[in-house]
């Protein structure tokens, strides 16, 4: 098992985050309603490791997000010698897929496009970086986030196949009754 005290971290996450934003509550009272959610240790741990990276990987994204826009990250921007829009489009982006990736606890189907979308967002932060001969270790947080949203991504394509398998759908055009 990838977590020992499974429920106790979901209990957890459970009684600490704002549950009623997004419909987190809702998500959270389907894992801990053995009809909805695969019971074994491996879907109840990926489960519980899928809630724990989008809230910390929408935290980060939300919070860097509102520093872009607000002007807050603006030397950080001069010196990675970003246009002005961009960096804002970019902070745009990184909100509105924060936001996605909150809304994702009442959706699912968001979790994939979410993480891609902070896949390809790091990959241009990484780029960036080399493109101004940045030092590798100015490199290593956006390398993580990197990983860590190709995990989101990673996991909620496996959790929306073991769901088509558990509903016996066949298609893109299946939906459960």
């Known amino acids: 098992m990838v977590f020992g005290t499974s429920c106790r971290i979901c209990d957890f996450l459970y009684d600490i985050l704002p549950m009623g934003m997004f419909g987190i509550a809702s998500s959270m009272d389907a894992y801990r309603s053995s009809d909805v959610v695969d019971t074994t240790a491996k879907g109840s741990d990926m489960r519980i490791l899928s809630i724990a990276l989008r809230v910390l990987i929408g935290l980060i994204f939300a919070a ?29 982006i990184q909100l509105a897929g924060a936001i996605g990736l909150f809304a994702s606890f009442r959706f699912e189907r968001l979790i994939v496009p979410g993480g891609l979308l902070f896949v390809v967002v790091m990959t241009g932060a990484i780029i960036q970086h080399i493109r101004i001969d940045d030092p590798v270790s100015h490199m290593i947080f956006p390398a993580v986030l990197l990983l860590l949203s190709g995990a989101i991504a990673a996991i909620g394509v496996q959790g929306s196949t073991e769901m088509s398998v558990a509903t016996g759908e066949t298609g893109q055009g299946a939906r459960p009754s």
């Open 64 to 92: 860097q997000g509102i520093m872009k826009i607000t002007g807050v990250q603006n030397e950080w921007r001069d010196e990675l010698q970003v246009a002005t829009w961009f960096w804002i489009v970019t902070g745009v």
